[in-house]
């Protein structure tokens, strides 16, 4: 894949932008490599989290006060990531609590498991 420093301020429309610490742009024509399942999972997971919370009509802040996380890591979990660029990986205890302020079966927020997350298969 083609990648350079945009060095234009991001004016340049045949660029495709990507959210970076540093503005990287791929070339016309190159697209970023497609989600792994994991990154797909964890993004998937994080758009459950957010559909629940907007059934029970509560704020992120609410929600992640409620679970015992603070506010930073639950819009973290909504966007599918842990830091900037990695997929999210929360505690078996901390779904288990959302799950439970959301109102939510931990079930119907997992999304399906995709294949391929057991990298040594």
Not at 86 to 102: D, F, G, I, Q, S
Not at 110 to 118: C, D
């Amino acid at each position: 894949m083609s990648m350079s420093q945009c060095g234009n301020g991001g004016k340049d429309v045949s660029h495709v932008y990507m959210c970076m610490p540093v503005c990287t742009v791929f070339e016309a024509g190159a697209m970023p490599d497609p989600l792994s399942p994991w990154d797909d999972f964890a993004r998937r997971l994080g758009l459950n989290l957010r559909e629940a919370r907007a059934r029970r009509g509560i704020s992120q802040e609410r929600a992640a006060h409620a679970a015992g996380i603070s506010a930073f890591t639950y819009r973290k979990l909504e966007r599918g990531e842990s830091n900037p660029g990695t997929p999210a990986n929360p505690r078996l205890r901390t779904l288990v609590a959302l799950a439970e302020v959301l109102d939510t079966p931990v079930e119907v927020l997992l999304p399906p498991v995709p294949e391929g997350i057991a990298e040594g298969r």
